[in-house]
């Protein structure tokens, strides 16, 4: 069975740090293009960052540039999205999504452009 499983969401205060975990079983990560999504309530889920397969090609949304990070351990056949200076705004469930692609790419804007999603991590960040 394909499975993504997030963790690694809590309460933390602005300006605070997380890292989330993103891991997968039942197939081998190396060979997906991962995106990390976040789905604040009553607003829609949008892409936050992206990963390609062979790692060389990363992006992120212009609001978290600079502050959150995505990378994979292929050995842990894990992809991590470091968060710093966490705003309030950043508040939101976090779910991550694989792709199988042969190409050096990643889609960090189309939901539908990915086949397997995780069930998500709750970020909040408040004093």
């Known amino acids: 069975q394909l499975q993504l499983v997030e963790s690694g969401g809590g309460l933390v205060q602005p300006g605070g740090s997380l890292r989330l975990s993103c891991a997968a079983s039942?197939?081998?990560?190396?060979?997906?293009?991962i995106g990390w999504f976040r789905q604040a309530p009553g607003k829609e889920r949008d892409g936050v960052s992206c990963i390609s397969s062979s790692d060389s090609i990363t992006y992120y949304t212009d609001s978290v540039k600079g502050r959150f990070t995505i990378s994979r351990d292929n050995a842990k056949n894990t992809v991590y999205l470091q968060m710093n200076s966490l705003k309030p705004e950043d508040t939101a469930v976090y779910y991550c999504a694989a792709q199988r692609t042969v190409q050096a790419m990643c889609v960090m804007r189309r939901r539908s452009w990915y086949t397997y999603w995780g069930q998500g991590t709750q970020v909040t960040v408040s004093s």
């Open positions: 039942g197939f081998i990560l190396d060979y997906y293009a």
